[in-house]
Nanobody, 129 residues
């Protein structure tokens, strides 16, 4: 079973940057892809970004394109979410997740919360205006 631990949440001003990390307990072959989701108070959890372990293909929600970058370090079983030009609307609890299913349809599959098998505990990101 894959366990995920997130680091890097915190408070940042509008326009600032923050980098989130998600370390997986198992080797990278235990999952095909990793994703980041976020949930603001009173709202549904929404897709942010995802990356495939093999090849490193990346996918982003339109709301974060050009501002956020997802990456991975296979040797450390870790994925990162670099967040730049942060806005107050980015405030949310951010969760990393792993899927053990090969996402052959890319973002069509990876944007769907129910398609992930393992989830981290979440880390709070607050962007002040």
């Amino acid at each position: 079973q894959v366990q995920l631990v997130e680091f890097g949440g915190g408070l940042v001003q509008t326009g600032g940057s923050l980098r989130l990390s998600c370390a997986a307990s198992e080797r990278t072959f235990s999952s095909y892809a990793m994703g980041w989701f976020r949930q603001a108070p009173g709202k549904e959890r929404e897709f942010v970004a995802a990356i495939k372990w093999s090849g490193g293909s990346t996918y982003y929600a339109d709301s974060v394109k050009g501002r956020f970058t997802i990456s991975r370090d296979s040797a450390k079983n870790t994925v990162y979410l670099q967040m730049n030009s942060l806005k107050p609307e980015d405030t949310a609890v951010y969760y990393c997740a792993a899927t053990r299913t090969d996402p052959v349809f890319g973002i069509v599959y990876l944007r769907i919360e129910k398609n992930y098998d393992y989830w981290g505990q979440g880390t709070q990101v607050t962007v002040s205006s």
